[in-house]
């Protein structure tokens, strides 16, 4: 079974930079990572993904280390707005495509 | 057009009911998927379907019942459900049935009296 690590919980300032580790130890060998941001009562929606290394794009920052068995979103200069449920998600070695805990980040004034 | 779009957005049924769950998207993805999720707990993956066929089935009781139709529709079927089966029932696409970029429909919530 994937067995992934998240923390439960993150509270943060506007305009502070937010990290979120995903561990996945049983990734499977070829397959990107991905993350999701959810609102209450909406959908997933997709924020980045990668393989290894870092992946910016005009939201966040993806870190993976070589070993790929954890993987680091960065959402730089918060605001309000990204008050979320953060998941990532991820195949592992056995086919299994699994979500993580989540990670839901306050962020205040 | 980037939406995937679920109906009903709310349902209530009987567990001696039968009633379908709607999924559309006109993206042009080829994999489409049925999650559900519980409050607070982060969904779990249901069916996968690639190219029409069905490629994945999480061991899925047998009073959930998938069908995609064509590429563009997706439908679950459900049938003698459980109380417990109550939850937020997501659809969602992508270019191909692997961890790349899904996009996620808003939900059905469906309670199960």
């Known amino acids: 079974l994937a067995k992934t690590t998240q923390p439960i919980s993150m509270d943060s300032y506007e305009g502070q930079e937010v990290n979120i580790t995903c561990s996945h130890n049983?990734?499977?060998?070829?397959?990107?990572i991905t993350w999701y941001q959810q609102f209450p009562s909406q959908g997933p929606r997709f924020i980045i993904q990668?393989?290894?290394t870092k992946v910016t794009n005009e939201v966040a920052s993806l870190f993976i280390p070589a070993d790929r068995k954890s993987s680091t979103l960065s959402l730089p200069r918060v605001s309000l707005s990204d008050t979320a449920v953060y998941y990532c998600l991820f195949r592992s070695n056995d086919y299994k495509l699994s979500f993580g805990a989540g990670t839901t980040v306050t962020v205040r004034a | 057009d980037t939406e995937v779009t679920q109906t009903p957005k709310h349902l209530v049924m009987g567990m001696t009911n039968k009633k379908s769950l709607k999924c559309e998207q006109h993206?042009?993805?080829?994999?489409m998927y049925w999650y559900k999720q519980k409050a607070k707990k982060p969904p779990e993956l249901m069916f996968v379907y690639s190219y029409e066929k069905l490629s994945i089935n999480e061991s899925v009781p047998s009073r959930f019942s998938p069908e995609c139709p064509n590429s563009s529709l997706l439908n679950l079927h459900l049938h003698a459900l459980q109380p417990e089966d109550s939850a937020l029932y997501l659809c969602?696409?992508?270019?191909?049935?692997?961890?790349?970029?899904?996009?996620f429909g808003p939900g059905t919530r469906l309670t199960v009296t």
């Open positions: 993206m042009g993805h080829r994999a």
């Open positions: 969602a696409s992508s270019q191909g049935a692997t961890p790349h970029e899904q996009y």
């Open positions: 049983n990734i499977a060998t070829n397959d990107y």
């Open positions: 990668g393989y290894k």
